[in-house]
């Protein structure tokens, strides 16, 4: 393929519900005619297949293992910053005399400072953010001094522009964690192009609000093309396996008694079965369940006899969800998974939020009920009409001509004409 003049290097964070939005982009933008070049940490390389994206390591620091050989969170971003920053211009330099020099960095929320590297090389800088528009939107309130952290739970429901009226559990739990926010924010007004893994038609009231605040666009969702438009050949898998995700062994036995008790037939993904779930249970599992390490969620989700989708809802299953039109119970337990559980519930209304009781936990009787509620209840015929709806929408969304296929088509034209070199120059005179 001829790539004239766009080549992206799209940096991701070495984590699951990051490198797989992050590279199903770089596989859109390929498909599309750009040289599409995914950088990430030197141990997660291997786990990365993908035939249309170049896959290019570069450094954290901690190249045997990465985020668990760093003594903390902040040392590990700290050191991922500096010899990132370094590694990084190392490869865009790689490529400075090739056929496809690199024009834009696309990069991860979670590493900021790429868009130093970017601006030092006098390239275009685009963040990607993994978490929702409506999300993110509230670091942004907060650095502009429209919301106070931290939120108290005697206070009035929070209220923002193209926002639902929000509770306190409803806010993310990282709110509280202002260094993040203010560096996520930073980035958010300096960049190129800001983009979503979110459709406009997902968050119209948010995409309206923040309109010419931040150069926001809409490029989701990013799901393998094979479950949606179907436009990408032998696009039927993300490519990468780095999955982990942990709950306790409490709220892992409720799960597994609640299931038994819903009498549905189920698979549960549970990581550290052994570890966690009673050995009653795994014994009497046989007839009606299944217990794995690790499934394809995609693969599960598309398949005709899911009815319900118990999950922690994780920006990407949510998503995954939304376009399989599956049903949810939601069970958030921290990050962004409260809002997203509020969404489920209220404004797409594809499912229900499982409550939690006062140690934190969602019993097993809650969530049998909210189980039978989806598949079975008074609201089950609605909730399944709008899932199919939305996922209507977000087919539509992705397809030839779609929103946010129109806005990819837009960034891809861009770098094509080569605007960035004539910005570069008009910016040194
Ligand atoms: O057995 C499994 C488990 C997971 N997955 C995939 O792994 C991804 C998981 O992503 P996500 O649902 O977003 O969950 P996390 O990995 O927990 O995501 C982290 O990152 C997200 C994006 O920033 C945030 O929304 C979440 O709150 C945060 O926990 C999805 O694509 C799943 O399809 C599988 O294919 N098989």
């Not at 982009?25 to 005619?33: N, V």
């Not at 570069?58 to 045997?64: L, M, P, R």
């Not at 806005?407 to 861009?414: L, M, S, T």
Request: glycine share 6%; hydrophobic share 40%; net charge negative.
């Amino acid at each position: 393929m001829n790539h004239q003049k766009g080549h992206v290097v799209v940096l991701t964070y070495p984590a699951q519900g990051h490198i797989n939005p992050l590279l199903q982009f770089a596989k859109r933008l390929a498909s599309k005619g750009l040289k599409a070049t995914l950088a990430t940490t030197h141990y997660t390389v291997k786990s990365i297949h993908a035939t249309t994206v170049g896959i290019e390591p570069i450094s954290d620091g901690y190249d045997e293992s990465g985020f668990k050989q760093a003594p903390s969170t902040e040392a590990y971003l700290e050191s991922f910053k500096s010899v990132g920053s370094k590694t990084l211009s190392d490869l865009i330099s790689k490529f400075k005399d090739s056929a496809s020099p690199v024009n834009c960095i696309v990069y991860d929320s979670l590493l900021p400072w790429a868009l130093d590297v970017a601006r030092q090389f006098g390239i275009y800088g685009a963040v990607f953010l993994t978490n929702s528009a409506s999300v993110c939107s509230m670091y942004w309130h907060i650095h502009h001094g429209h919301l106070t952290l931290p939120v108290k739970q005697e206070t009035e429901p929070v209220l923002l522009p193209g926002l639902p009226s929000l509770g306190i559990s409803d806010l993310p739990s990282f709110l509280a964690q202002t260094a993040v926010i203010m560096e996520k924010v930073g980035c958010l007004e300096n960049n190129d192009w800001v983009f979503c893994n979110s459709s406009e038609e997902l968050e119209s009231e948010v995409v309206k609000a923040m309109l010419g605040l931040w150069p926001l666009v809409m490029i989701g969702p990013m799901v393998p093309s094979a479950y949606l438009d179907q436009q990408i050949h032998g696009d039927i898998a993300y490519g990468a396996s780095l999955w982990e995700l942990n709950i306790t062994a409490k709220q892992a036995e409720e799960i597994a008694w609640g299931l038994i008790a819903s009498n549905m037939h189920f698979l549960l993904v549970a990581k550290d079965s052994k570890n966690k779930l009673p050995i009653e249970f795994i014994n009497s599992v046989k007839e009606r369940g299944l217990v794995v390490p690790w499934c394809n969620q995609l693969e599960v989700l598309a398949h005709q006899s899911v009815a319900c989708f118990v999950t922690h809802c994780g920006w990407n299953s949510t998503l995954e969800a939304l376009s399989l039109g599956v049903p949810m119970v939601a069970m958030p337990q921290c990050c962004d998974q409260p809002t997203n559980a509020k969404f489920v519930e209220e404004l797409w209304q594809v499912g229900i939020k499982a409550k939690k009781n006062k140690e934190g936990i969602v019993t097993r009787d809650e969530l049998e009920m909210c189980i039978k509620e989806v598949t079975a209840g008074n609201k089950s015929e609605e909730i399944m009409k709008n899932a199919t709806k939305w996922r209507k929408l977000v087919i539509r969304a992705v397809s030839l001509g779609g929103s946010s296929d129109k806005n990819i088509d837009e960034f891809v034209g861009k770098l094509v004409r080569g605007e960035g070199e004539q910005s570069l120059i008009l910016g040194c005179t």
